[in-house]
């Protein structure tokens, strides 16, 4: 079955860039998306279809996709972002969440 | 304002069937440029797409999980379901609700989620 991987943990100081990683084997054909899900509460789409931001979201969100990895970057990571963070695509058997990135902004 | 709320027994007893309900309020289920949906997130664990539903009828479902589920749309009702049979105590976990963007007319990423519902399979 299909798999995206993503790293347990990333750790940025408040102010710096943080970069969370999704390597899948169909992303340079598939779009990747990305979700922000704070401690107790349903996920929030904060990229789509590779790099557009959906309205509401911070533009200090941004994301890219080259060959088998996307890649999610909180230009000036806040407090505020501290969250578990997901990436999402398919194979066209069906979708998939990648395993999940912790970001500790401290 | 778009609103998904979950619904349905939070304890079901091994092997038996799980069945939610989600009722949606603020938009048409019936809308041509959605699909509908079910995730789901064990407790302390990642999210797991189950499958999705559009207002036709028309299903995907995760293959690991095919097998045993079954989503169904009330368009009179503005609800659609999730049953999923057979279950055990791997299938706890909180159950998302959401509606999905459509691309090239197949279901994408879930846009508007609802709260969540937690079921827990035990005797």
Redesign the interface.
């Known amino acids: 079955s299909y798999e995206l991987t993503q790293p347990p943990s990333v750790s940025v100081s408040p102010g710096q860039t943080a970069r969370i990683t999704c390597s899948g084997d169909a992303l340079p054909k598939k779009y990747a998306y990305w979700y922000q899900q704070k401690s107790g509460q349903a996920p929030v789409l904060v990229i789509y279809e590779d790099s557009k931001r959906p309205s509401g979201i911070p533009e200090r969100f941004s994301g890219s996709s080259s060959g088998t990895m996307a890649t999610l970057t909180i230009s000036g990571a806040q407090v505020e972002d501290e969250a578990d963070y997901y990436c999402y695509s398919t194979d066209s058997s069906g979708w998939v969440f990648g395993g999940g990135t912790k970001l500790t902004v401290l | 304002q778009l609103q998904l709320q979950e619904s349905g027994p939070g304890l079901v007893k091994p092997s038996e069937t799980l069945s939610l309900t989600c009722t949606v309020s603020g938009g048409s289920i019936s809308s041509s440029s959605y699909y509908w949906g079910w995730i789901r997130q064990p407790p302390g664990k990642?999210?797991?797409?189950i499958g999705?539903i559009y207002y036709s009828g028309s299903t995907?479902?995760?293959?690991?999980l095919k097998s045993r589920v079954t989503i169904s749309v009330d368009t009179s009702k503005n609800q659609f379901s999730l049953k999923l049979s057979s279950v055990t105590a791997a299938d706890t976990a909180v159950y998302?609700c959401a509606r999905h963007?459509l691309?090239f007319g197949v279901?994408?990423?879930?846009?508007y989620?609802?709260?969540?519902t937690l079921v827990t399979v035990s005797s």
């Open positions: 990642g999210l797991e797409w999705s995907y479902y995760n293959p690991s998302y963007t691309l279901p994408a990423a879930p846009d989620w609802g709260q969540g």
